[in-house]
């Protein structure tokens, strides 16, 4: 049973920065496409960051325009742990951010796209204050 456990969020001023982290366990990590999603209330779920297989697809990365140019996937595989550094944070990436595995080889357009992903973390609560 894929088990996915996220830590590192918090509270966190305008402009300050975060890390987070999925831990991953009962699959084999090197295989599967890791992504990130988030929700806010009263909103839907939606697709932030997504890094592809080392295995098939060399660990491409690709983001949700709203987070562009101040989010970066990453990937520890010896760790099976994946990471989500955001910075310049916003009010408006206020959410519960959650973790999922998609395993397989898809294309690329399902990364951004829930139904891709079997596994999902319990979420982990990031609050950004202005």
């Known amino acids: 049973q894929v088990q996915l456990v996220e830590s590192g969020g918090g509270l966190v001023q305008a402009g300050g920065s975060l890390r987070l982290s999925c831990a991953a366990s009962g699959r084999t990590f090197s295989n599967s496409n890791m992504g990130w999603f988030r929700q806010a209330p009263g909103k839907e779920r939606e697709f932030v960051a997504a890094?592809?297989?080392?295995?098939?697809?060399?660990?491409?990365?690709y983001y949700a325009d709203s987070v562009k140019g101040r989010a970066t996937i990453f990937r520890d595989n010896a760790k099976n742990t994946v990471f989500l550094q955001m910075n310049t944070l916003k009010p408006e990436d206020t959410a519960v951010y959650y973790c999922a595995l998609s395993s397989g080889p898809i294309p690329t357009v399902r990364l951004f796209n829930a139904n891709a992903y079997s596994y999902w973390g319990q979420g982990t609560q990031v609050t950004v204050s202005s």
């Open positions: 890094i592809t297989a080392i295995t098939w697809s060399g660990g491409s990365t």
